[in-house]
């Protein structure tokens, strides 16, 4: 069954320091999603991208965060100068279409010393 | 703002009792409700969708939907240990169907 797969599945990095997560959605989904979830709190929206473009941000999304699909599989999310704040599992997530449900990947652990 | 509230538990049953998880959302124009489990360290998962108002069964699981009361329900019939999670009940939101709300979830656990 085709999913959703991340990478790294762990990321330890220096605050100040730019990130990438990576993400390859499954093949035939065009709605891509990055959540993120915060030890013991809920998952919460970052972004929505389709057709090469962001559909949807939340306000957590701001300057520092960045979407892109730079080839016909991959789906990226950076940030470039981590906080300590962003100490979180990041999450991506894909769909066939936007009304229908999301499949979620497994996570990437991301920890900002 | 837009939310999703959930009891956050812990709710405790025991095993082959009957769980009722419950869910109410502010975005009266909603159209799709989600129900996902999520085991601690894991992605959330998905176990139901419902989009019109009554119940959907699926299996051991019904999710109920009162679109008038902004209301989701999710009842587990014959509760395993593995059912053992975090349940979160997701919607989107109509003026943006791109964009999900998570609840906090509900922290469910199965005495054997």
């Known amino acids: 069954e085709p999913e959703v797969t991340q990478t790294p599945s762990h990321q330890v990095t220096q605050m100040g320091q730019e990130v990438i997560l990576r993400c390859v959605p499954i093949?035939?989904?065009?709605?891509f999603y990055w959540y993120r979830q915060i030890l013991g709190q809920k998952v919460e929206f970052l972004v929505s991208?389709?057709?090469?473009?962001?559909?949807?941000k939340s306000e957590i999304f701001d300057d520092q965060f960045s979407v892109e699909r730079p080839d016909g599989s991959n789906f990226t999310l950076k940030i470039r100068s981590t906080k300590l704040e962003d100490s979180a599992m990041y999450f991506c997530?894909?769909?066939?279409?936007?009304?229908?449900?999301?499949?979620f990947g497994p996570g990437t652990r991301l920890l900002v010393l | 703002q837009k939310e999703v509230e959930q009891n956050s538990g812990p709710l405790s049953v025991p095993e082959g009792a009957i769980a009722s998880l419950n869910c109410t959302y502010s975005?009266?124009?909603?159209?799709?409700f989600f129900w996902y489990r999520q085991y601690s360290g894991k992605s959330p998962e998905l176990i139901m969708f419902?989009?019109?108002?009554g119940d959907k069964e699926d299996g051991r699981f019904t999710a109920q939907l009162n679109k008038a009361s902004q209301y989701v329900s999710l009842l587990i019939r014959d509760s395993q240990p593995s059912d053992s999670a975090t349940y979160l009940c997701?919607?989107?939101?109509?003026?943006?169907?791109?964009?999900?709300?998570f609840g906090p979830g509900t922290s469910l656990s199965v005495i054997p």
């Open positions: 991208f389709y057709n090469n473009e962001i559909s949807e």
């Open positions: 093949s035939n989904h065009l709605y």
């Open positions: 997530a894909s769909t066939p279409d936007r009304e229908e449900t999301q499949y």
């Open positions: 997701a919607v989107n939101l109509k003026t943006s169907y791109d964009k999900v709300i």
């Open positions: 975005d009266r124009g909603s159209q799709s």
């Open positions: 419902i989009y019109s108002n």
